[in-house]
């Protein structure tokens, strides 16, 4: 079946320190690849995506690329700011069935001045 | 993106009780989903729709109930409220497209089962 293993938090860095949050997926056919964000007290928000081998997904500074030989789609960013403290997801879109989002147990970011 | 509302922000509940989620978006999207979010393990799906007539289970359906009345309101039910159902719940619309497929959240509903 279908499965997102991310890197379990939390995380706690440095502001202007470099992030990297690991994440491995196993599924069925071909999913696109998702990271989204939630704020404290708030929904999640689309991060980025890619919906093909080799796609490199990018947003505020963050990236990801779709890697089907190791089936893995990492998020990173050079220079985290005390803004990006969040909770962290990342997902796959199943490609048949529901087609939903099925997500990872989510990664805790906490950044310090 | 979808505009999605979702009401109530936070409920206490009794066990037995029947209680109603509700959700609606302005943006016309066909597919809406159900997840629950719960500590250390990220979002499951609990109900989908792809349209008006078209609802389905998700992966941990048992004990709620859900309801299509117009493209832009899913409402969730459950129907005897028990305490292992304390979660946050968020309704996501879904823009389908070939290459902008994108689900928006709400803010989600805290609910809390005494």
């Known amino acids: 079946g279908d499965s997102v293993t991310q890197m379990e938090g939390p995380v706690t860095l440095s502001e202007e320190a470099f992030l990297t949050i690991n994440c491995t997926y196993t599924a069925t056919g071909y999913p696109s690849l998702f990271w989204y964000v939630q704020y404290p007290g708030e929904g999640l928000q689309l991060l980025l995506k890619a919906t093909k081998a080799d796609d490199k997904g990018s947003n505020k500074g963050f990236e990801a690329t779709y890697r089907k030989e190791t089936t893995s789609f990492h998020l990173e960013k050079g220079s985290v700011q005390v803004s990006d403290s969040a909770v962290y997801f990342c997902?796959?879109?199943?490609?048949?069935?529901?087609?939903?989002?099925?997500f990872g147990t989510g990664t805790r970011l906490t950044v310090i001045p | 993106d979808a505009d999605v509302t979702q009401t109530p922000r936070n409920r206490i509940t009794k066990t037995g009780k029947r209680i109603m989620l509700e959700c609606s978006q302005t943006?016309?999207?066909?597919?809406m989903y159900w997840y629950r979010q719960d500590p250390g393990l990220g979002l499951q799906l609990i109900y989908y729709s792809f349209d008006v007539k078209d609802i389905n289970k998700g992966e941990i359906s048992d004990g709620y109930s859900v309801s299509r009345q117009a493209q832009a309101k899913f409402s969730l039910s459950l129907e005897s409220a028990i305490p292992n159902q304390t979660a946050l719940y968020f309704c996501?619309?879904?823009?389908?497209?070939?290459?902008?497929?994108?689900?928006?959240f709400g803010q989600g509903t805290r609910l809390t089962v005494v």
């Open positions: 997902a796959l879109k199943r490609v048949a069935g529901a087609n939903n989002l099925f």
């Open positions: 943006k016309g999207h066909d597919r």
């Open positions: 996501a619309p879904e823009r389908t497209g070939l290459m902008n497929t994108e689900a928006f």
